[in-house]
């Protein structure tokens, strides 16, 4: 089935609420509904829940489990007393640990971005490189044609700079 | 009445800090020559190291570390400036971290860039460098975790990772926003740099959560590097070394001189790039005003060293004293006195004298202090062992000097190359800010605020 998507562009958060606002009203949500900006200007509240800090987590148990390993088993692998030292000694062991568990964090953090922003994403999708000049979009994806005067009347009524449609 | 759109001064912003991007001109083309010439004479410098071997350098028994290893403690510390700082006032919020934050996080980047090539080129023999990198070799040789060189090791990269990482995830919006602006060939290397970026609201609300994580990440491990940098020291029984406040004296002394170069560096973006907009001079007295702070607190410490080693008296630990107050590396001890605390104290503390000028002369007499410092903590150290048959002198080769100063060009190649790579102010961040600013939200005099007003006077009406 084709899909009508309408880019319309504001010049201001305030057009862009209103907009968003009279959308909703007439049956827009969610994944229907993206606004593109050059800047944060969060108008919508975060409806789905972020996984960052679990991949932070996951990332530094790993990470510290591997430096862990690392230190214990590399030092048992080649045992010679240094320093009067055990052969695995504890403060040596847990700087490496440490180390290590930061690192897991820091790169799966890093990772989960990604994953859950799906980048690298080179696909076409609605945009306008308006918004570098410091306009806002508003993207629309339309399912049914009877619904695109509608969604026109919304965001022209929110004042919309720029009404134009992709057929996707 | 028509109203011109207020998009008008929101590309005044993108226009002055992506102008740097786009426009060349010939004195940077002249500086990047001479920068480049600097670059390949450390390389060269370095060639002529590995093909005459390493005693072309001044290194000799008893003293193995010079000004390699003072150089790369100081280019460590230095590294300090940027992602530690950005981070602390990213997580307190601080709205006057905006124009400042990617400054910062540049420096620390090329900062640990230069610091960590100099263990590879004080090796001598700049191939076995690959016995640090933990993997089951054809010996089955695994490195020495029980080495502080090796927690080195773990730490910087980690610290460089993180560094990068918290470099880059802020840039993205900006690097996307210099693809739409691009065309040709640039337009193609932004388009993978920026990942496929679009500002949905999504992107935006993760971006800002990874970089709170990492803010909160980074900032034990920035603090986990120089106190391990310190240990290499504190580990071994030398005299002067083996000091439990060696971790945080360092600490001090890294966050120290990175304000310095942080605010060193900022001057001049300012003046070369006319941003003097958006580097107000309310950043630099926030930043004049900590570097004060962390001045005292450098004189507290190394007053609190000093006095503790007098007073102990110990017949190992006196020689290297007064080799530092009174013997043959009294001048540089009380030069990195004067350069660290009584220049920079009263220019910092007087307000009349805390201008941006002012403020870079301090910086300047900091870095000197800071570099005399690491070198005096290394050297008289090594000269001065416990047993006094082996006591020597150590006096740099002109290999030594020319690498360690050459790293100074190195730095300035990379900050240089940035400079053309990104904007140097973090586009999006000023934006955000302007909009908070107009919102109210924010009560402080930051950036915000001041190119609100600025948005007002160029707009027929108030926004």
Known sequence: MSQHICLATFDRPVSVRAAVGQLRAIGFEGDQLE????????????????????????????????????????????PIVKGGMPIVSPWPVSIV???????????????????????????????????????????????????????????????????????? | MPQTPPVTFEKDITRDLLSPLFQTGKKYYFMLAFLIAVALYVVGVWGYQLYAGIG???????????????????????????????????????????????????ITTFALICGSLFP?????????????????????????????LMWDFMAINTYLTGSVTYLYLPMIPDLALVRDKSTGWRRSVYSVLA???????????????????????????????????????????MPMWHSTIFGPYFVTGAIFS???????????IRKTLHLEKYLLPVHFDNLGKLLLTMSLLWFYFTFAEYMTTWYGNEAAEMPVFWAKVSGPYAPLFWAMVVCNFIIP?????????RTIGGMAVASLFILVGMWLERFLIIVPTLINPYLPYNYGFYRPSWVE???????????????????????????????????????????????????????????????
């Open chain 1, 35 to 78: 606004v593109i900006s050059a800047e944060p200007i969060h108008i919508r509240p975060d409806t789905k829940k972020s996984h960052l800090g679990t991949f932070a987590l996951v990332g530094a148990l790993v990470g510290g489990t591997g430096g862990l390993l690392l230190a214990a088993l590399s030092a048992s692998a080649y």
């Open chain 1, 97 to 168: 640990t440490y180390e290590a568990t930061m690192l897991g964090a820091i790169l799966s953090t890093l990772l989960g971005l990604l994953v859950e922003l799906r980048l690298p994403n080179f696909r076409r999708l609605p945009y306008d490189k308006i918004v570098a000049d410091g306009g806002i979009l508003v993207a629309v994806r339309c399912p049914e044609d009877g619904k695109k005067k509608a969604v026109e009347q919304a965001v022209s009524a929110a004042g919309a700079k720029k009404v134009s449609w992709l057929d996707g």
């Open chain 2, 56 to 106: 072309v350098v001044g290194k000799n028994r008893p003293s193995f570390w010079g000004f390699y290893i003072t150089s790369f403690v100081f280019w460590i510390g230095i590294s300090h400036a940027g992602t530690l700082i950005s981070a602390i006032l990213r997580v307190v919020q601080a709205e006057w971290r905006r124009p400042i934050t990617r400054c910062a996080e540049a």
């Open chain 2, 120 to 148: 590879i080129i004080h090796l001598g023999r700049a191939w076995k460098f690959m016995w640090f990198v933990p993997y089951p070799n054809s010996r089955y040789l695994w490195p020495n975790f029980q080495s502080p």
């Open chain 2, 195 to 237: 990942l496929g970026w679009r500002g949905t609201e999504r992107e935006w609300l993760r971006l800002e959560k990874a970089i709170s994580i990492m803010a909160i990440l980074i900032i034990p491990v920035a603090v986990s590097v120089h106190t391990i940098v310190s240990w290499d020291f504190a580990m071994t029984i």
């Open chain 2, 258 to 268: 990175g304000i310095a170069a942080l605010l060193l560096a900022m001057t001049v």
């Open chain 2, 345 to 353: 104290f009263p220019i910092l503390a007087i307000r009349r004298l």
């Open chain 2, 401 to 463: 000097v020319s690498i360690a100063l050459g790293t100074f060009g190195i730095f300035t190649l990379l900050y240089f190359l940035f400079i053309k790579f990104s904007p140097i102010i973090s586009v999006w961040e000023i934006e955000e800010g302007r909009h908070l600013a107009e919102a109210g939200a924010s009560h402080e005099p930051a950036v915000g605020a001041s190119l609100s007003n600025h948005v007002s006077a160029h707009l027929p009406g108030n926004v």
